[in-house]
């Protein structure tokens, strides 16, 4: 944390907040990369780190390369003659290959990104040497953020025709910075908190007529990216009493049943809400504002 930033926040002269605790050490950083890149999931990190999950997801999304904060595996679909059988007959033929992989994959009528994913998959301590022998890389896809192997000579930004494409629809609406949204590496849609099957929007917090620049983003899943769409369009918005009938009806929808009715009638719901700067958003949240430098003068 700058000391221009502490001393800012701190002129009111009670200390309130205690904004320096909210910077990451260098170690903090190096064992979030690590925890990602074993593979445990931006909850998991948090309670390991002390941290909250907002805390923690933007970090990651503010200090971390793609490949550093994410990724999976590209999936081997089937019927491509990648099975694992038919990989495990490949794999002999792969050890006394001495051209490039290209013309390996070529001649076995397979595709190269998929192969060499099949490869990872059946022979994962292995496959990264032989990987590195044909001229191969891992990497992370600007598209959807899955581990590829690529050339390390001619290496693509992205593992499919469909990612390229993706990020060509992207560059003219995000400017190429989709992936950027907290949550989207990860693969976690920020309000339900779950991983879904299908892909993630990225979603411009205060809407993309006043973030021109993508500088607030956050990654959704289709049902919850349409819910928050909609709901910001409506009428009663700062009505806490219309919230607390929506929120009624939606419990009751959900768990009540008309047997019961008479013991469990309704639920009681308080609302309320109260407007915070950025920086008391920060320390109730538990996010570090050095995170936020780019999206706002005022912090640096």
């Known amino acids: 944390m700058s000391r221009q930033l502490t001393n800012k926040f701190n002129e009111g002269g009670d200390n309130k907040w205690h904004i320096a605790s909210l ?43 793609l490949g550093e904060r994410g990724g999976k595996p590209l999936k081997v679909p089937r019927g491509k003659g990648l099975s694992k059988k038919e990989t495990i007959k490949l794999w002999e033929a792969v050890k006394v290959w001495d051209k490039t992989w290209s013309g ?84 976690v849609c920020q309000v339900c908190m779950v991983k879904p099957k299908r892909g993630l929007s990225a979603h411009h917090v205060i809407g993309k007529g006043n973030d021109p620049e993508n500088k607030l983003m956050v990654a959704l899943c289709v049902g919850c990216h349409q819910l928050v769409t909609d709901l910001s369009l409506r009428g009663f918005l700062f009505d806490a009493n219309a919230w607390v009938r929506l929120i009624k009806l ?48 005022d912090i640096k």
């Open 23 to 65: 910077s990451w050490t260098s170690s903090e950083i190096k064992l979030l990369k690590s925890f990602l890149a074993e593979g445990l999931e931006l909850d998991v990190i948090a309670s390991k780190l002390g941290r909250t999950y907002l805390g923690t997801a933007h970090k990651a999304a503010a200090v971390l390369t």
């Open 104 to 187: 390996f994959c070529r001649l076995h009528k397979i595709d190269v990104v998929l192969a060499a994913s099949a490869m990872d998959l059946y022979f994962p301590d292995e496959w990264p040497a032989e990987a590195s022998r044909l001229g191969l890389e891992k990497a992370s896809c600007r598209g959807c953020a899955s581990f590829f192997y690529r050339s390390k000579v001619k290496g693509r930004a992205t593992c499919s025709n469909r990612c390229t494409g993706r990020i060509r629809r992207d560059s003219e609406y995000f400017d190429g910075m989709r992936m950027d949204a907290v949550g989207m590496a990860e693969g």
């Open 250 to 297: 939606v419990l009751m929808r959900k768990y009540i049943n008309l047997e019961d009715f008479n013991k469990n009638a309704s639920f009681s719901i308080d609302v309320s809400w109260n407007p915070l700067s950025l920086l008391e958003y920060c320390e109730s949240e538990g996010i570090d504002p050095e995170d936020f430098e780019n999206v706002t003068e």
